[in-house]
């Protein structure tokens, strides 16, 4: 199992567990982390499961893909560093400890 926190608007931490192959929305729906939507169910196709990634793992991840970067321009508040579709992110040991912070809202 795969360890991750999500640090929500108002700064609290909700630390969890996930299987490796699984994405960070899931876990966030598994973990009842409030402003996670995911209104499409991760077909990256409504953006509503925005996070800002911790600076400290954006070297870990693979850079969006085009279709999650178009998403992302029209994310509530997009921060081009630190933006990510909490779908498109495929948990891998490689991620154990990551760290996300869930925007106040997903527009
Ligand atoms: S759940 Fe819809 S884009 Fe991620």
Redesign the pocket.
């Known amino acids: 199992m795969i360890a991750l926190t999500f640090v929500t608007h108002d700064g609290n931490r909700v630390e969890t567990l996930a299987r490796a192959g699984t ?1 960070v ?1 899931e876990a966030a729906r598994t973990a009842n982390v409030p402003g ?15 996070v800002y990634v911790d600076p400290n793992w954006l070297p870990k991840l693979d850079d969006a893909d085009e279709m ?1 970067a178009d ?1 992302l321009d029209f994310v509530w508040q997009p921060d081009a560093a630190r933006s990510r ?4 992110i495929t948990l891998t040991d490689a991620l154990a400890g990551l760290i996300v912070e869930v925007p106040a809202n997903q527009g």
Do not use: R, Y
């Not at 996670?36 to 925005?50: M, P, Q, R, V, W």
């Open positions: 994405t929305m996670i939507l995911a209104e499409c169910g991760g077909a990256c196709a409504c953006s509503t499961c925005h999650e998403l579709l909490a779908c498109q």
